[in-house]
Structures are given as structure tokens and as C-alpha cells.
């Protein structure tokens, strides 16, 4: 099990948690998420006049499969949705 959160300038923060476990015979999976979140800002429209205010985010999550195929080769696939949220 792996997590990690990280403060970025202003309001931007990045957590990600994640799990992998190796199956002897099967292979290996792993899961896990990523979400960035931009913080608030400030809208206006195009005469510069205040709208509202709104957030920004990005998430994405995954799910992997690898296996050794011979002595030196790997083989793998990766499904990996990526959500995002920007103004509305």
C-alpha cells in the first residue's frame, strides 16, 4: 500500500493511494486513484466583470495486470480513466 498528499502553491493539492500484490503463477495487479485538485478561482465573464467563483480537479484511477511472459520479456495492460472537473 502506497499514499501520498502534497500542498502545491495556493490552494492545489495532489493525493494518490495505491495497492499492488503479485500472485505466484497468476501475475501481478496493482489498483489504485490520483486526484489533483486545482483550488478556487474567480470567474469573470469576457468585460472582465465578476461571475462566480469555482474549483478545478482531476481524478484518475487505474487497474494493472502484468505478467513475465519468458526469461526476459514482460508483458502487461494498464485501463486507466481519467475524470476531470473544470469550471462547470
Known sequence: L???YSLYMEDA???YIGFAKSWKGVGNFAVGMHYLNYGTFEGY???GVPTSTFTGSD???YLQYSRKLSKHVSGGITIKPIFSQLEN
Open 59 to 61: 481524478m484518475a484511477l
Open 13 to 15: 493539492k495532489n493525493s
Open 45 to 47: 465573464d469576457r468585460y
Open 2 to 4: 502506497i499514499t501520498n
